[in-house]
T-cell receptor
Framework: AQSVTQLDSHVSVSEGTPVLLRCNYS??????LFWYVQHPNKGLQLLLK??????LVKGINGFEAEFKKSETSFHLTKPSAHMSDAAEYFC?????????????FGAGTQVVVTP | DTEVTQTPKHLVMGMTNKKSLKCEQH?????MYWYKQKAKKPPELMFV???????INESVPSRFSPECPNSSLLNLHLHALQPEDSALYLC??????????????FGPGTRLTVT
């Protein structure tokens, strides 16, 4: 079975400082991993995805994530937070547990950016 | 263009009303999804359509009735809803149904309030 745990439900950062959102996953197969962002009252936007290619994945808006199989982690980072980064972030895993690869969402991390 | 559109943005309906939510994509994707998202929670899968056929029904009550008229359109017909059905309804699409290969693109959602 697949599962994902976002280790922080709430992260507060100052504008211009680094952002780290932590995600651990569990999967019986080689997983695909995604980070999505959701701004208030909006849909989900794909930030980046990992599908067994390079372990360091670069996404949109300066975000990147590193797949570490030994640690079963897929943490999301950004060197310098911007006010527009305030949003909910979801780590998502998908694998062959069911034939079509249902997305398994983490509980989400709320990011607050202070001036 | 990676856009999924949804109408209406907001909908208020009584428990005896019949209404429909609409979703459209022009990316040539062959899989389309309906999700329900309650406040401060991740999206929950409701239905999956693959090549215009219902592929997955996550035990959704019959007061929700999906329809896929063609490969670009997805509807969700609502009838006799309950107040607990109030939520953000998200549509998504992907190139194929296998989510561990193909990422899903989400629409902005319809905010539904049942009175």
């Amino acid at each position: 079975a697949q599962s994902v745990t976002q280790l922080d439900s709430h992260v507060s950062v100052s504008e211009g400082t680094p952002v780290l959102l932590r995600c651990n996953y569990s999967s019986s197969y080689s997983p695909s991993l995604f980070w999505y962002v959701q701004h208030p009252n909006k849909g989900l936007q794909l930030l980046l995805k990992y599908t067994s290619a390079a372990t360091l994945v670069k996404g949109i808006n300066g975000f990147e994530a590193e797949f570490k199989k030994s640690e079963t982690s897929f943490h999301l980072t950004k060197p310098s937070a911007h006010m527009s980064d305030a949003a909910e972030y979801f780590c998502v895993v998908s694998d062959r547990t069911d034939s079509w690869g249902k997305l398994q969402f983490g509980a989400g991390t709320q990011v607050v950016v202070t001036p | 263009d990676t856009e999924v559109t949804q109408t209406p943005k907001h909908l208020v309906m009584g428990m005896t009303n019949k209404k429909s939510l609409k979703c459209e994509q022009h990316m040539g994707h062959r899989a389309m999804y309906w999700y329900k998202q309650k406040a401060k929670k991740p999206p929950e899968l409701m239905f999956v359509y693959s090549y215009e056929k219902l592929s997955i029904n996550e035990s959704v009550p019959s007061r929700f009735s999906p329809e896929c008229p063609n490969s670009s359109l997805l509807n969700l017909h609502l009838h006799a809803l309950q107040p607990e059905d109030s939520a953000l309804y998200l549509c998504a699409s992907s190139q194929e149904e296998t989510s561990f290969v193909y990422e899903q693109y989400f629409g902005p959602g319809t905010r539904l309030t049942v009175t």
